[in-house]
């Protein structure tokens, strides 16, 4: 009877389906699911670059467990890590080389493949020009495919016309540096965090993108004895402002405003470190004179910080024996990002606040090897942070590789936003995607969708059935993370192994292998440029040579030695066999002219599409701790699915009652480029009257369909972050409409009760 019972019940099912089982590496493990062999390897996803071990059974990866002795996670994970072996084997994986034939995509051998693009590349060149091919690749390839595919692209295809996805989230954070230092390459550590008496987070919202930096936070009490003062700089309430200390909502994109006031406040106090200005930086006596345009009654006008409050700070800032600041999107993705971060650098620079344990100016990388393109991958730079301008770095470059000087580029070529304004033009003909999927992630997606159908050939080359390999008349399958082994490199600059755990899937093939063999079909240009290469370390192994005395000096490394580190950190050498926590220590030179940083001053500007009567809101994206990027992969597992499973726009209580909505029901967003229907609402205070807040990775919900075509003039990175918007309910379909004056207090005009001020706004308004 009992067991007819527990048969009816299923109870004996269920727990054979729950048993657990004795393992030796990681305890209890589900018996269902117990790894053959764990495979020590690093995370896919973001730019924290964490440490894993991948359980591997009959040739599928089935588990994931943070690896403990790594330093940057120590065996913790986040959830997309967790989870991250069961996109592996997802439905939507390609499954080889494919040709589209009457609306459909048929598999057909590599072989065809290579040569329907090679042909139509081909043919595209000789009709319109060698720059009529273009190719946009992404964050997150291997830094030995990075530098592969690269190579490639310049020297053998012979377009410069290339660019990655990095431009849409780190291209700011590149030029700022290279403004202030004359060159990439982030100057701190995760240990700083650890380190740091005053902690600002500026547009990072690291609770939700980059969680096991907290753990680093959480080490600061252990380490100091004390816990850190936390200044969290957000329009929005992120769940990372539950950790401040000091929280200044600031008004969207005023952060270079707040950053020049507080630096106005250090001088005109006597709080600067003068000894390290004197003797580690240049051009302080300039910039002390544009500096005092930002008064602090000025800046909290602008910013709507009290000026109690930004005294408060900037002493804190000054006061700490060591202070940094961090960044991420929020700053980045702003048509005036790149001088954000040389601001942001200002202020580390006139507190001492460089090349210290917890002191340092730091960005925080969005994907797993934004750094290893950075560096390697050839878009915005020669490989090495070489200079295309530069006579000296083009010969070096040619010598070391064995390539004529006249093949390397003399000067960059279109950017992301730049070819798709190409393709718009009619100059550019063919675009060949890697790892990227734009028809989620560019901004003003109807423009985008408009040029792509002007293309004679779209390439796809992906791991996944994306929006954009949708559309694409040829695709590339390749593998993906644990099915192909070589580097990435963290946000620290620390460069981690990653492994090959399983069997590429069905006939797909590395993005290494990809190009290796498409240079094939291209005469001479596999013999130039790859010969004998057959393996990833065959590129890495030419990479370190072309690092080699460069900033981001790799020599040092071999894959043996990152392993029994758990990662290098940039430069390694002779002098530093065993990596670099920290750049622009003393004695330690920059890149520019003077060998020293400089400081820079920028003008705040106000928002170019400010709110008016027709869209009188502002629209803030962003990300979510469950889901990443377009969801090509988090897409495809069911608890990331469950927990996010579609976009959300979040509503304050009072535009919430003028909309007569409440949290469940569903409005319309549309802005002068188009309207997204059918979002869920979410009544809450962490959004500000007047502003409202949407995750950008749904295609369902396709949030870019609203955001504008601004993109920052030195990085070409867009901005993301402010675009004026409407908000359509059911029971109020026009929309919230605002009087002039509500319409001058949104943008901050308020508190000067200057006439003349909101007369102006007012009358802009009308011209717009």
Not at 295 to 322: D, N, S
Not at 369 to 378: I, K, L, Q
Not at 718 to 740: C, D, F
Request: hydrophobic letters at 35%.
């Amino acid at each position: 009877m009992i067991k007819k019972i527990k048969d009816f019940l299923g109870l004996d099912i269920k727990e054979e389906k729950y048993a657990l089982v004795d393992d030796p590496f990681f305890g209890k493990v589900a018996k269902e699911k117990a790894p053959d062999k764990w495979v020590r390897s690093t995370c896919g996803y973001c730019g924290v670059g964490c440490g894993l071990y991948i359980g591997v059974k009959n040739g599928d990866p089935v588990y994931v467990k943070g690896d403990p002795d790594h330093p940057v996670n120590r065996g913790t994970l986040c959830p997309k890590g967790l989870s991250e072996h069961e996109m592996v084997r997802a439905p939507t994986r390609l499954p080889g080389a494919m040709v589209k034939r009457n609306g459909a995509f048929e598999q057909v051998g590599w072989d065809e493949a290579f040569k329907t693009v090679s042909d139509t590349f081909k043919e595209v060149q000789s009709k319109y020009g060698k720059k009529s091919v273009a190719v946009i690749s992404t964050g997150q390839l291997l830094t030995e495919e990075f530098y592969t595919l690269g190579k490639f692209v310049q020297l053998g295809l012979e377009t410069n016309n290339y660019d990655g996805n990095t431009t849409l989230c780190m291209a700011s954070a590149v030029m700022g540096y290279k403004q202030s230092f004359g060159s990439d390459g982030p100057p701190g550590c995760y240990d700083d965090f650890s380190r740091a008496e005053v902690i600002m987070l500026i547009g990072a919202n690291i609770a939700d993108n980059h969680p096991i930096l907290k753990l680093h936070i959480a080490r600061n009490s252990q380490i100091r004895g004390k816990k850190p003062t936390i200044v969290v700089v957000d329009p929005r309430h992120s769940k990372t402002a539950n950790m401040a200390d000091i929280y200044l909502p600031i008004k969207p994109r005023t952060d270079l405003a707040l950053i020049n006031g507080l630096c106005y406040i250090i001088h005109e106090q006597g709080w600067m470190d003068e000894k390290f200005i004197n003797e580690r930086t240049a051009g302080y006596r300039e910039f002390i004179k544009e500096i005092r345009k930002y008064p602090p009654q000025e800046v909290a006008h602008i910013t709507g910080i009290e000026v109690k409050t930004l005294y408060e700070v900037a002493r804190l800032y000054a006061g700490a024996e060591a202070a940094m600041s961090a960044w991420t999107m929020g700053v980045n993705q702003s048509a005036q990002g790149t001088d954000t971060v040389s601001a942001i650098v200002n202020l580390a620079l006139m507190t001492g606040n460089l090349g210290k344990p917890g002191g340092s100016p730091m960005s925080i990388t969005g994907q797993c090897n934004a750094m290893g393109t950075r560096e390697s991958g050839f878009t915005s730079s020669i490989p090495g942070y070489r200079n295309f301008a530069s006579e000296t770095d083009r010969r070096e470059y040619a010598q070391i590789v064995g390539v004529p000087e006249e093949l390397v580029p003399t000067a960059r070529g279109y950017a992301y936003p730049q070819i798709i304004e190409g393709i718009e033009k009619g100059e550019i003909k063919a675009l060949w995607v890697v790892a990227t999927n734009p028809l989620v992630s560019f901004p003003d997606q109807p423009r985008l969708r408009k040029a792509l159908k002007k293309l004679e050939m779209l390439v796809v080359q992906d791991s996944f059935l994306s929006d954009t390999a949708e559309l694409a008349d040829v695709l590339f399958g390749a593998a993906t993370w644990s099915e192909k082994r070589g580097t990435y490199t963290n946000s620290e600059r620390r460069c981690n192994l990653a492994k090959k755990s399983v069997p590429n899937y069905k006939d797909s093939k590395s993005d290494f292998e990809i190009v290796v063999e498409f240079s094939k079909y291209f005469e001479g240009k596999y013999e130039l440029l790859f010969n004998g290469w057959t393996k990833p370390e065959d590129a890495f192994e030419e990479w370190k040579k072309v690092s080699k005395g460069r900033l981001c000096d790799y020599s040092g490394m071999s894959y043996e030695k990152i392993e029994k580190l758990g990662g290098i950190q940039w430069p390694c050498n002779d002098e530093h066999p065993e990596g670099t926590p920290r750049l622009y220590y003393e004695g330690m030179k920059t890149s520019n002219e003077e060998g020293k940083p400089r400081f820079l001053f920028s003008e705040w500007e106000p928002l170019p599409e400010n709110v008016c009567t027709a869209f009188p809101l502002i629209l803030n994206t962003g990300r979510t701790v469950e889901q990443f990027h377009t969801r090509t992969k988090t897409g495809t597992i069911k608890i990331l699915e469950d927990l996010a499973p579609e976009a959300w726009v979040e509503l304050s209580p009072a535009d919430a009652k003028k909309l007569q909505v409440q949290s469940g029901d569903r409005i319309a967003l549309s802005s002068a480029r188009g309207r997204v229907e059918n979002v869920v609402v979410r009544v809450t205070e962490v959004v500000r009257e007047g502003s409202v807040f949407v995750p950008f990775h749904f295609n369902t919900q396709l949030v870019n369909t609203l955001t504008q075509s601004l993109f920052d003039p030195k990085s070409f990175e867009p901005n993301y972050k402010q675009t004026a918007i409407q908000l359509h309910s059911e029971k109020v379909p026009e929309g919230i409409r605002l009087e002039e004056r509500e319409i001058a207090g949104a943008l901050g005009y308020e508190k000067s009760g200057s006439e003349r001020e909101m007369a102006a706004v007012i009358q802009k308004d009308g011209e717009s």
